[in-house]
C-alpha cells in the first residue's frame, strides 16, 4: 500500500522551531521528488519545499526561504522539513507530498502547526 505518513507538527512560539518528517512506504523512494505543501484555513494550498529525488536540487518560494529547509534520507524513506524563525502566518496544516508515484500525486493526511504566543 502505497502511502505517506507526516509527523511532528505542533504548537510552537513566534521564532521557534519545528521539525515536520514524512515517512513514505509502498513505492521506491529514491526514484520520486517530493513537496511539502500547506493549507491556512480559507487560503488555497501552497508549495513551500521541493526537493529532487537524489536530494541535490531543492526549491522554495520567497514566503519560506531562508526559514525553511527540506532534506531526504532515501535509506529510510523519509522526508524532512526543518522550519526556523516560524512566523504566526506559517500556521497552517502541512502536507507530504509525491508528485508522480500515482496519478493526481500521492499525499498524506497533513499535520497541524500552529504558530501562536
Known amino acids: 500500500q502505497v502511502q505517506l505518513v507526516e509527523s511532528g507538527g505542533g504548537l510552537v512560539q513566534p521564532g521557534g522551531s519545528l521539525r515536520l518528517s514524512c515517512a513514505a512506504s509502498?513505492?521506491?523512494?529514491?526514484?520520486?521528488?517530493m513537496n511539502w505543501y500547506r493549507q491556512a484555513p480559507g487560503k488555497e494550498r501552497e508549495l513551500v519545499a521541493h526537493?529532487?529525488?537524489?536530494?541535490?536540487?531543492?526549491n522554495y518560494p520567497d514566503t519560506v526561504k531562508g526559514r525553511f529547509t527540506i532534506s531526504r534520507d532515501n535509506a529510510k524513506n523519509t522526508v524532512f522539513l526543518q522550519m526556523n524563525s516560524l512566523e504566526p502566518e506559517d500556521t497552517a496544516v502541512y502536507y507530504c507530498?509525491?508528485?508522480?508515484?500515482?496519478?493526481?500525486?500521492?499525499w498524506g493526511q497533513g499535520t497541524q502547526v500552529t504558530v501562536s504566543s
Open positions: 507530498n509525491a508528485p508522480r508515484v500515482v496519478v493526481g500525486g500521492l
Open positions: 509502498g513505492f521506491t523512494f529514491s526514484a520520486y521528488s
Open positions: 526537493i529532487s529525488s537524489a536530494g541535490g536540487i531543492t
